[in-house]
């Protein structure tokens, strides 16, 4: 079946770059999703990538798409604390339901 | 206007027993979901449903039941409680295809001991 993969930490320095990355299986996918989930709380969708493009950026928020590579990153810039929390990479199936990586918690070093 | 929530927040329950999990939303959203949540696994999907009456299953459903009889309740049972299913669940409403977001609620911590 489909799979969504991602490292389980990522640690970085605050004012640095995080690059969070992803890959899927599915090259049916039409959508790709990044949630972001804050410590105690549900997830909130923070971004998504139509499979037609090859980036998307959003203020400090930039997601690549390789297609060929079924490979998907978020790169956030000027890393802040507040960026502290797990994001999820997601994909939607065959199906519409969808599949979700593990999730990369991002550890901010000051 | 509280959107969606999830009761109780925490529940601690003995092997065997049977607990319910309540999940309310105001928006009215056609679509409602059930996922755990354990470490390493992330958000695996327990049931979903399309609308009032209409419940399917998810990646992982034996050993829980839903319903949903109106469209903004989505109750998730635990017929007989095992430590297995000792883990964070959550509720989400929203779309099911193209770029609809999930909403999720806040979770429910449930320990089986």
């Known amino acids: 079946g489909e799979d969504v993969e991602q490292s389980l930490f990522l640690s970085v320095r605050e004012g640095d770059s995080s690059v969070i990355n992803c890959t899927y299986t599915?090259?049916?996918?039409?959508?790709l999703y990044w949630y972001k989930q804050e410590p105690g709380a549900g997830l909130q969708l923070l971004t998504y990538?139509?499979?037609n493009m090859d980036m998307k950026q959003d203020q400090r928020l930039t997601v690549l798409l390789n297609k060929k590579d079924k490979h998907l990153s978020l790169r956030i810039a000027d890393t802040q604390t507040g960026d502290s929390a797990i994001y999820f990479c997601?994909?939607?199936?065959?199906?519409?339901?969808?599949?979700w990586g593990a999730g990369t918690k991002l550890i901010i070093k000051p | 206007d509280a959107g969606i929530t999830q009761s109780p927040r925490y529940k601690i329950t003995e092997t065997g027993r049977q607990v319910t999990l309540m999940c309310h939303q105001t928006?009215?959203?056609?679509?409602m979901f059930w996922y755990r949540q354990d470490l390493g696994h992330g958000l695996r999907l327990i049931y979903y449903?399309?609308?009032?009456?209409?419940?399917d299953k998810g990646e992982v459903p034996d050993g829980y039941v839903v319903s949903r009889s109106k469209t903004e309740n989505f109750p998730l049972t635990l017929e007989s409680a095992t430590r297995s299913q000792t883990s964070v669940y959550f509720c989400?409403?929203?779309?099911?295809?193209?770029?609809?977001?999930?909403?999720f609620g806040p979770g429910t911590r449930l320990t089986v001991t």
């Open positions: 449903s399309a609308a009032a009456d209409i419940t």
């Open positions: 928006w009215s959203h056609s679509y």
């Open positions: 990538i139509f499979s």
């Open positions: 599915d090259s049916s996918s039409t959508y």
């Open positions: 989400a409403t929203g779309g099911l295809a193209g770029a609809d977001e999930q909403y």
């Open positions: 997601a994909e939607i199936d065959s199906n519409y339901q969808l599949i």
